[in-house]
């Protein structure tokens, strides 16, 4: 069982950053691939970002590619989400999840339905 918290959401100018923190309970949390999920009112959720449980690949979608930065600290059971150069369109929930990964298994990083636990969402706000 893995419960996750996340944090550091905001109202942000657009061009401006912020970074999101996803606190992780649980002794497995390496064992875990990670998710940052966005969901603007009225949308489905989606994926912005991923990362496998060793950091060794991480994977974005293409409206936040070259902005956002998945990035994890298993020390410390935590997943983070730099998000810099913030477009007013980015303004969402954003959901950190997560899904054990077992060696060599291929998941679908971007499906909903592939993440086992969710945090509870914190909003972002980016003003024009």
């Known amino acids: 069982q893995v419960q996750l918290v996340e944090s550091g959401g905001g109202l942000v100018q657009a061009g401006g950053s912020l970074r999101l923190s996803c606190a992780a309970s649980?002794?497995?949390?390496?064992?875990?691939?990670m998710g940052w999920f966005r969901q603007a009112p009225g949308k489905e959720r989606e994926c912005v970002a991923a990362?496998?449980?060793?950091?060794?690949?991480?994977y974005y979608a293409d409206s936040v590619k070259g902005r956002f930065t998945i990035s994890r600290d298993n020390a410390n059971n935590t997943v983070y989400l730099q998000m810099n150069s913030l477009k007013p369109e980015d303004t969402a929930v954003y959901y950190c999840?997560?899904?054990?990964?077992?060696?060599?298994?291929?998941?679908?990083?971007?499906?909903?339905?592939?993440?086992?636990?969710w945090g509870q969402g914190t909003q972002v706000t980016v003003s024009s």
């Open positions: 990362i496998s449980r060793r950091s060794g690949r991480t």
């Open positions: 999840a997560a899904f054990f990964q077992p060696f060599g298994s291929s998941p679908n990083w971007w499906g909903v339905e592939q993440y086992d636990y």
């Open positions: 649980g002794r497995t949390f390496s064992r875990h691939a």
